[in-house]
């Protein structure tokens, strides 16, 4: 991985939007956000994504992801 880019890996099957719907919720708990707060701005149908999550900036997202 790069310093912009996480991988991720959700059991939920790509039926459905079921896999994308996982990968939010996911981040989301682990950025103890509201699930509201992180969606899928490009790549819905691929296995890459691009994903926006508001209300905390791109510092605050990798410090809780190394669980700052």
Partial sequence: TSPDRITVHVTAPPVGGAANAACCALLAERLELPKSRVSILRGE????????????????????????
């Fill in 45 to 68: 149908a691929g296995r890459q994504k691009r994903l926006r999550i508001r209300s905390v900036d791109a510092t605050q997202v990798i410090l809780r992801l190394q669980g700052r």
